[in-house]
């Protein structure tokens, strides 16, 4: 490497979670960061594919407070990020059958305390086929909505967070993958990486790989959990929802009843989810969807969303996420000083992003995690060791499906 091999910081990874973590440490004063991206940024991994659902509903409390620090972060994008992330505000409503109501109002409750008010409220059915009249409720019991819940893009939302990163000082390097994490003293110690093009030293690694996991550091004993999944969208067009004027008539949507999910695009168009096989081998294109995948999606899809029936296939995607054995995201100290982890975000790692980079960069500029410190204390839940205690992250008030 001719031009930088010396830095303060390398993180490895260009999707959201690295471009917001390059772009916080450098705004904390790390002074030279190199973020090193295989392909292009934000072109490879989970971020590319990903449909962008920003919801404050979750199971689990840390989860729920992670997105709602997030979610003004994609609403003020113009002004603390700088350029356009897409965020469109269409509504959210989790939908569940009868034996999660209780459920499904202790979570908006916590969500109501992360959040403040007005963000969330268990609405009645029929208010909720009032507000989306493109809705059939047909075995939902209860519905917690969130009036700005909806979408973003995470292509333009990690590009613009990296030229955000660019402005404040960080060099990034596209096309340029790191091979190994290198050690100094018995590898208690990061002295930097060897990357396919030379090596950079630097004391601090951050390694936000998504699905690839911790490969470069498996020398140095730093083993994450993480499997490779396939996870698909498809894209249709509703000509029903089109021709009404105004915000389209489906609200941004998880379904337990049928293990849907949703969202408009647009006014006419509609991404749901697609089950896909579970694992796959990397180093290998993503398989596009198939035929059968999607007709049994569009199946689920429809008992929500009944114009999809006459509704004509636009478009898939198929993308790799890194998921770990409790679906949640590996974040912290790993291995020899120097080393972080911020990987494994289990297929819902878009909408936390921001959150997740301003609690590591804290907690890396400042050291170690400052016992009782309740800015770090979100982040505890998420530490590798969980693996190793049985202490793995359980759902507080779960449904069917997560
Ligand atoms: C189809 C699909 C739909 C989704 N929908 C949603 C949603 O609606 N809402 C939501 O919140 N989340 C969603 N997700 C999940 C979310 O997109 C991911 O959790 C998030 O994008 C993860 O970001 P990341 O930066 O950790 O990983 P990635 O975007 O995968 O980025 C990791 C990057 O690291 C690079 N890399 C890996 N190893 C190396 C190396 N050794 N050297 C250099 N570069 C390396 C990779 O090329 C890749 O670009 C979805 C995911 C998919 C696939």
């Known amino acids: 490497m001719s031009r930088i091999d010396t830095a303060d910081a390398v993180v490895v990874g260009g999707g959201i979670v690295g471009a917001f973590l390059a772009l916080r440490l450098a705004e904390a004063g790390v002074r030279r960061v190199v973020l090193c991206e295989q392909a292009r ?5 989970a971020t590319s594919r990903s449909g962008g659902l920003l919801r404050l509903h979750h199971t689990v409390r840390s989860d729920t407070e992670l997105a709602a620090r997030s979610l003004p972060v994609f609403e003020q994008w113009a002004d603390v990020i700088g350029g356009d992330c897409g965020y ?4 959210f409503l989790q939908l569940v059958g009868p034996e999660y109501a ?4 202790a979570n908006t409750a916590v969500v109501a305390t992360a959040a403040g008010p007005g963000r969330t409220e268990v609405l009645g059915l029929d208010d909720v086929r009032r507000l989306y009249p493109g809705l059939s409720l047909d075995g939902v019991a209860a519905a917690a909505h969130e009036p700005d819940g909806g979408y973003a893009d995470p292509v333009r ?6 030229t955000a ?3 404040a000082g960080v060099e990034v390097y596209e096309g340029v993958r790191v091979h190994e994490v290198l050690t100094a003293s018995s590898q208690q110690r990061v002295t930097g990486v060897k990357t396919t093009v030379g090596r950079i030293s630097a004391p601090l690694v951050v390694l936000a790989s998504g699905a690839w996991g911790t490969g470069p550091a498996a020398g140095l004993g730093v083993q994450v959990p993480v499997t490779a999944r396939r996870i698909g969208l498809a894209q249709a067009r509703l000509p029903d929802v089109g021709r009404r004027a105004g915000p389209a008539s489906v609200p941004t949507c998880i379904d337990d ?4 999910y949703f969202r408009p695009d647009g006014t006419d168009h509609l991404y749901f989810g697609v089950p896909s096989h579970p694992d796959v081998a990397l180093g290998h294109d993503v398989a596009p969807l198939t035929a059968e995948e999607i007709s049994s999606a569009l199946e689920a899809v429809a008992r929500r969303v009944p114009a999809v029936t006459t509704a004509h296939l636009t ?3 198929a993308g790799l996420d890194g998921y770990t054995p409790d679906k949640r995201p590996v974040i912290g ?3 020899p000083d120097g080393c972080y982890l911020a990987l494994g975000f289990s297929g819902g790692g878009f909408k936390t992003a921001p959150a997740v980079a301003d609690l590591a960069t804290a907690e890396i500029v400042e050291g170690q995690a400052v016992a009782g410190k309740a800015e770090q204390d979100l982040l505890r839940p998420y530490r590798l060791e969980r693996f190793d205690t049985g202490r793995q992250i359980v759902p507080e008030a779960p449904y069917a499906r997560g």
Do not use: I
Not at 157 to 162: D, E
């Open 41 to 45: 940024l934000a072109s490879h991994g």
């Open 88 to 91: 469109r505000r269409t509504g």
């Open 333 to 335: 100290a790993a291995g």
């Open 257 to 260: 009843t049928t293990g849907s």
């Open 157 to 162: 939302a990690a590009r613009a967070a990296t």
């Open 315 to 317: 478009g898939t995607r």
């Open 102 to 105: 209780q459920a499904l109002a």
């Open 165 to 167: 990163a660019r402005r």
